[in-house]
């Protein structure tokens, strides 16, 4: 077997940036975004201070969260066991970014697809070295085999266990680095200060922490650069549409389990509501997509192990379901309940659920991640039961007394809206926190 990686000697890179100048070069990278950069960390305190340089990139790792978020197979890992991309396949979802703990992938704003470092993949095949290794004036960066037992860089990294980034994410990352401080690897022990330093460089949506968080000697950083926030304002949207979808249903359910026979109120009204904002949903979310005109590759290359794929699948289920209700509240006669109220309930919470394991799958961003997928799925069938039963309870109301109930409308509406915000705050707050 083989499995690439890189050793970045942080106590020989002078910070000269020819390996990012390279890389763009090779890959006619875009400006603003990067597949390699170099973070500037100052350590101590005035005289006694020291820069450190640390080169930031894909760390290839052996449990690489991106393929597993990935919805169709774009992110893959190579024979070599690099982790590669097919610009073909992605759909622009950018799930990979908030899966990955490095920062390491962003979207080209030119193809509108997901790149990162892949090694060099097209140099490697033809026996040339990476770019940035071949340039790097003091031999900083250093191809690894870590199954090759000959390899003397990689015995140094086994001798001297040289740390890699995150660990605590197990990712199992194939980038190690020497001659660094710990500081230079957390982004969460060294801030930004905000003294108008000309090299600092970062989104405003960072929450850059005020203090270092260690009892180390001080830290801070010089210079970085951070990518823009992945799922903002659509995503949280969609949690919203779709919960009210599965909410409705649900409420519609439990009439129907109670006995109620009002057609309306239980089997049409809900169904047209669902079907709305599932509809709704979809926009939302081909909306989101950077190559919106791919997002049938969900269903044509999807991979079920990506909650991306999944969900996709369980809101067609739920459409299915949700129609078949309502054509059965139109023409079936009491039997439909009894054939469709357990499939679905079961899918109606699934619809509001599913985004929790979708979450889990961002193993970079601590806040879901990190948290029990029953909290987090609670939390989304509640926001579904307090939204959907806005909806519908403004659905029997104004059947019931048009007039008398005219602000009901309204009322629903301050409470999708208010479950807009919520999530978007929470999205906001998960995303927020800076990888490198």
């Given at each position: 077997?083989?499995?690439?990686?890189?050793?970045?000697?942080?106590?020989?890179c002078?910070?000269?940036?020819?390996?990012?100048?390279?890389?763009?070069?090779?890959?006619d990278?875009?400006?603003?975004?990067?597949?390699?950069w170099?973070?500037?960390?100052?350590?101590?305190?005035?005289?006694?201070?020291?820069?450190?340089?640390?080169?930031?990139?894909?760390?290839?790792?052996?449990?690489?969260?991106?393929?597993?978020i990935c919805?169709?197979g774009?992110?893959?890992?190579?024979?070599?066991?690099?982790?590669?991309?097919?610009?073909?396949?992605?759909?622009?979802?950018?799930?990979?970014?908030?899966?990955?703990?490095?920062?390491?992938?962003?979207?080209?704003?030119?193809?509108?697809?997901?790149?990162?470092?892949?090694?060099?993949?097209?140099?490697?095949?033809?026996?040339?070295?990476?770019?940035?290794?071949s340039?790097?004036?003091?031999?900083?960066?250093t191809?690894?085999?870590?199954?090759?037992?000959?390899?003397?860089?990689?015995?140094?990294?086994?001798?001297?266990d040289?740390?890699?980034?995150?660990?605590?994410?197990?990712?199992?990352?194939?980038?190690?680095?020497?001659?660094?401080?710990?500081?230079?690897?957390?982004?969460?022990?060294?801030?930004?200060?905000?003294?108008?330093?000309?090299?600092?460089?970062?989104?405003?949506?960072?929450?850059?922490?005020?203090?270092?968080?260690?009892?180390?000697?001080?830290?801070?950083?010089?210079?970085?650069?951070?990518?823009?926030?992945?799922?903002?304002?659509?995503?949280?949207g969609?949690?919203?549409?779709?919960?009210v979808?599965a909410?409705?249903?649900?409420?519609?359910?439990?009439?129907?389990?109670?006995?109620?026979?009002?057609?309306?109120?239980?089997?049409?009204?809900?169904?047209?509501?669902?079907l709305?904002?599932?509809?709704?949903?979809?926009?939302?979310?081909?909306?989101d997509?950077?190559?919106?005109?791919?997002?049938?590759?969900?269903?044509?290359?999807?991979?079920m192990?990506?909650?991306?794929?999944?969900?996709?699948?369980?809101?067609?289920?739920?459409?299915?379901?949700?129609?078949?209700?309502?054509?059965?509240?139109?023409?079936?006669?009491?039997?439909?309940?009894?054939?469709?109220?357990?499939?679905?309930?079961?899918?109606?919470?699934?619809?509001?659920?599913?985004?929790?394991?979708?979450?889990?799958?961002?193993?970079?961003?601590?806040?879901?991640?990190?948290?029990?997928?029953?909290?987090?799925a609670?939390?989304?069938?509640?926001?579904?039961?307090?939204?959907?039963?806005?909806?519908?309870?403004?659905?029997?109301?104004?059947q019931?007394?048009?007039?008398?109930?005219?602000?009901?409308?309204?009322?629903?509406a301050?409470?999708?809206?208010?479950?807009?915000?919520?999530?978007?705050?929470?999205?906001?707050?998960?995303?927020?926190?800076?990888?490198?």
């Amino acid at each position: 077997m083989t499995r690439l990686g890189f050793l970045l000697d942080s106590g020989a890179c002078i910070g000269c940036h020819a390996c990012t100048v390279a890389c763009k070069s090779e890959h006619d990278v875009p400006l603003g975004v990067n597949r390699t950069w170099v973070n500037y960390v100052e350590t101590g305190e005035f005289p006694a201070t020291e820069r450190h340089f640390t080169v930031m990139r894909c760390n290839h790792c052996d449990d690489a969260p991106c393929i597993s978020i990935c919805p169709t197979g774009s992110l893959f890992r190579a024979s070599n066991g690099v982790v590669d991309f097919d610009d073909s396949r992605c759909i622009g979802c950018k799930g990979c970014m908030n899966a990955c703990p490095y920062d390491a992938l962003y979207i080209s704003p030119e193809t509108g697809t997901a790149h990162k470092c892949n090694f060099c993949q097209h140099r490697l095949e033809v026996g040339l070295e990476p770019s940035c290794v071949s340039v790097c004036p003091t031999r900083a960066i250093t191809v690894v085999d870590h199954d090759d037992p000959a390899d003397a860089t990689a015995a140094r990294i086994r001798t001297e266990d040289l740390p890699v980034r995150s660990p605590e994410r197990r990712t199992l990352p194939k980038v190690h680095y020497a001659g660094t401080t710990p500081a230079a690897l957390d982004p969460l022990a060294r801030p930004v200060a905000d003294d108008g330093l000309i090299w600092a460089d970062w989104t405003g949506s960072a929450q850059w922490p005020t203090a270092p968080q260690t009892e180390a000697a001080p830290a801070r950083t010089a210079y970085t650069v951070a990518h823009a926030e992945a799922w903002g304002a659509k995503v949280a949207g969609y949690m919203v549409t779709k919960g009210v979808a599965a909410g409705v249903m649900l409420w519609a359910v439990a009439a129907a389990l109670v006995g109620w026979d009002d057609r309306t109120a239980v089997a049409t009204g809900p169904a047209v509501a669902a079907l709305v904002a599932l509809a709704v949903t979809g926009v939302l979310l081909i909306a989101d997509l950077k190559r919106p005109e791919r997002f049938w590759y969900l269903f044509t290359k999807g991979r079920m192990r990506s909650w991306i794929t999944a969900g996709a699948w369980v809101i067609m289920a739920d459409g299915v379901l949700v129609t078949l209700w309502g054509i059965g509240g139109l023409w079936a006669g009491s039997a439909w309940f009894i054939v469709l109220i357990a499939p679905l309930a079961l899918c109606s919470v699934l619809t509001a659920a599913y985004t929790a394991f979708l979450l889990r799958q961002c193993r970079g961003r601590v806040m879901w991640h990190d948290r029990p997928v029953t909290l987090l799925a609670a939390r989304l069938v509640g926001e579904a039961a307090l939204g959907g039963g806005a909806v519908w309870g403004s659905l029997v109301a104004l059947q019931a007394n048009a007039v008398a109930f005219s602000w009901t409308p309204v009322a629903a509406a301050a409470v999708l809206v208010w479950l807009w915000r919520h999530d978007r705050a929470f999205l906001r707050a998960a995303q927020a926190a800076p990888l490198s």
